[in-house]
């Protein structure tokens, strides 16, 4: 996995508002690389068989793996979310971040 994929994830979610910590978007991309080889895959062998699950079951499985991803990952924004929201009260900031694993805000 290269950095210029963790990156353009990094600023994909954060085009959608959505943040989380570095160590969560190496594991998105991770995943998603690994997705987009299976799938690459199956279209370049999609008559053969190997003996196990079927490219639709792998399909559908990955579909599965994906969805539980997607909620995991809404659930942790929204966490990250209220905890943003907490610490801005509470520091009366205007602005809060995490940069190197400490919390940083602008009053």
């Not at 995943?31 to 003996?51: C, K, Q």
């Not at 969805?67 to 942790?76: D, I, P, Q």
């Amino acid at each position: 996995m290269k950095s210029e994929d963790i990156d353009a994830m990094a600023e994909i979610l954060q085009e959608y508002g959505v943040s989380v910590p570095t160590d969560i978007i190496e594991k998105i991309t991770s995943d998603f690389i690994d997705h987009l080889d299976a799938m690459r895959e199956m279209r370049m062998t999609p008559f053969m068989s190997s003996g196990g699950e079927s490219d639709f079951q792998k399909a559908l499985r990955l579909e599965r793996e994906l969805l539980k991803v997607r909620t995991e990952l809404a659930k942790m924004s929204k966490e990250n979310q209220v905890y943003h929201d907490s610490a801005m009260r509470r520091l009366n900031a205007s602005d809060v971040w995490i940069e190197d694993n400490t919390i940083k805000y602008r009053l």
